[in-house]
């Protein structure tokens, strides 16, 4: 195609051909910049994840405007990730380096597979464990209330021992007035050491008190008690297999310590020798 005359002369003038090598040049630059850019990629897995997380919670399959909206979040939060750590915003911050501490320790127990126990590691684990697999100690026993806060509910507690039926006296109670089989920690935990002795001691088929407890004065009557037992192999399989395992697991993990220790060099202001080290 000829051009015009007059468009063969303003091509020959110097600013056109200076304005042309930078119009150019402005477009070799934006290309290599969008080149260079980062990129952001949301796999198809990460997209079956967010679908997953959405309908866990909704219970239903996300509309395309939520998909969009949902994609347009995990994106935002993508890039002001990176930014975050292309400032150094990351550096310095307790909660940030503990979280990647703690992705760190996951990461390294999925890289060393503890295997399945066998019959034999389960036998040991259970002979070198024995206190781990005991059913506890457990009293069935019925008890009185009789407040703390009210004048004299000491003796009204002593009293109701000489009643032919002790167990139609005393007050309403936030705890329960009888127990079957509970374990005698339990007890201790919830009324205190001195009240726990009392049941541990008296004796069976008897009304007997009073008892103190933080909550104020009882009588009790022991039906029956079970001496704590070890549980039988069988029973703790399960939880045997689940104790070796996070056992190996803790071995994996302190070993993945020591060789990160040996590839740093630790040192802490006026400690000759880190405790890291």
């Given at each position: 195609?000829?051009l015009?005359?007059?468009?063969?002369?303003?091509l020959r003038e110097?600013?056109?051909?200076?304005l042309?090598?930078?119009?150019?040049?402005?477009?070799?630059?934006?290309?290599?910049?969008?080149?260079?850019r980062?990129?952001v990629?949301?796999?198809?897995?990460e997209?079956?994840q967010?679908?997953?997380?959405w309908?866990?919670q909704?219970?239903r399959?996300p509309?395309?405007?939520?998909?969009?909206?949902?994609?347009?979040?995990?994106?935002?939060?993508e890039?002001?990730s990176?930014?975050?750590?292309?400032?150094?915003?990351d550096?310095?911050?307790?909660?940030i380096?503990?979280?990647l501490?703690?992705?760190?320790?996951?990461?390294?127990?999925d890289?060393?597979r503890v295997?399945?126990?066998?019959?034999?590691?389960?036998?040991?684990?259970?002979?070198?464990?024995?206190?781990?697999?005991?059913?506890?100690?457990t009293v069935?026993?019925r008890h009185?209330?009789?407040?703390?806060?009210?004048?004299?509910?000491?003796?009204?507690?002593?009293?109701?021992?000489?009643?032919?039926?002790?167990?139609?006296?005393?007050q309403?109670?936030v705890?329960?007035?009888?127990?079957?089989?509970?374990?005698?920690?339990?007890?201790?935990?919830?009324?205190?050491?001195?009240?726990?002795r009392?049941?541990?001691?008296?004796?069976?088929?008897?009304?007997?008190?009073?008892?103190?407890?933080?909550?104020?004065?009882?009588i009790?009557?022991?039906?029956?008690?079970?001496?704590?037992?070890?549980?039988p192999?069988?029973?703790v399989?399960?939880?045997?297999?689940?104790?070796?395992?996070?056992?190996?697991?803790?071995?994996a993990?302190?070993?993945?310590?020591?060789?990160?220790?040996?590839?740093?060099?630790?040192?802490?202001?006026?400690?000759?020798?880190?405790?890291?080290?």
């Amino acid at each position: 195609m000829t051009l015009p005359p007059v468009a063969r002369a303003i091509l020959r003038e110097p600013l056109t051909q200076f304005l042309l090598i930078g119009l150019a040049l402005f477009v070799v630059a934006s290309v290599a910049r969008d080149l260079r850019r980062p990129v952001v990629r949301i796999d198809e897995a990460e997209l079956q994840q967010l679908v997953a997380y959405w309908e866990a919670q909704a219970q239903r399959p996300p509309t395309p405007d939520e998909l969009r909206a949902m994609l347009r979040e995990r994106i935002d939060e993508e890039l002001l990730s990176r930014e975050a750590v292309r400032l150094g915003l990351d550096r310095e911050d307790l909660i940030i380096r503990r979280r990647l501490a703690q992705k760190m320790a996951f990461a390294s127990e999925d890289l060393e597979r503890v295997p399945e126990p066998t019959e034999a590691d389960l036998r040991t684990w259970y002979e070198a464990h024995p206190k781990d697999y005991v059913a506890p100690a457990t009293v069935t026993f019925r008890h009185i209330f009789f407040s703390g806060d009210a004048e004299g509910s000491e003796a009204q507690a002593r009293a109701a021992l000489s009643l032919p039926r002790p167990a139609e006296a005393g007050q309403t109670f936030v705890l329960p007035l009888s127990y079957s089989g509970a374990a005698v920690r339990d007890i201790e935990r919830d009324y205190g050491p001195a009240f726990s002795r009392q049941v541990e001691t008296a004796p069976e088929g008897k009304w007997i008190g009073p008892v103190k407890s933080a909550y104020g004065w009882h009588i009790l009557r022991v039906e029956r008690r079970a001496l704590a037992e070890t549980l039988p192999f069988e029973s703790v399989r399960s939880d045997l297999a689940d104790a070796w395992k996070a056992d190996r697991r803790t071995q994996a993990n302190q070993a993945f310590i020591r060789k990160l220790r040996a590839r740093y060099r630790v040192e802490v202001a006026g400690m000759a020798t880190p405790p890291a080290t």
